[in-house]
Nanobody, 116 residues
Framework: QVQLVESGGGLVQSGGSLRLSCRAS????????MGWYRQPPEKQRELVAT???????NYADSMKGRVTISIDNAKNTVDLQMNALKPEDTAVYSC??????????WGQGTQVTVSS
């Protein structure tokens, strides 16, 4: 199996920055891509950004220009740098991995709260 553990969430003021990190363990050789999603209060989960092992990225339109996703294939980590945060960015941010033969795996999530 593949396990994902997120870190780096917390409370930040509007306009501030946070860096989230996700570490994969287990059968990491089967991971094709990783990404970050978020679920705001009382809303459905939505895409933030994804990245393949080769470095191809995809960003949600709402986040473009404010977030950068990066992957370290040697450490099996994916980071999300978030800048110019707004109160509407408050959500549980979850890491995922697309795993060959096994589908999508999710981390437990980390809370990001942006105060106004």
């Amino acid at each position: 199996q593949v396990q994902l553990v997120e870190s780096g969430g917390g409370l930040v003021q509007s306009g501030g920055s946070l860096r989230l990190s996700c570490r994969a363990s287990g059968f990491v050789g089967k991971i094709n891509a990783m990404g970050w999603y978020r679920q705001p209060p009382e809303k459905q989960r939505e895409l933030v950004a994804t990245i393949t092992r080769g470095g191809t990225t995809n960003y949600a339109d709402s986040m473009k220009g404010r977030v950068t996703i990066s992957i370290d294939n040697a450490k099996n980590t994916v980071d999300l740098q978030m800048n110019a945060l707004k109160p509407e960015d408050t959500a549980v941010y979850s890491c995922n991995a697309e795993v060959k033969e096994w589908g999508t795996r999710w981390g437990q999530g980390t809370q990001v709260t942006v105060s106004s």
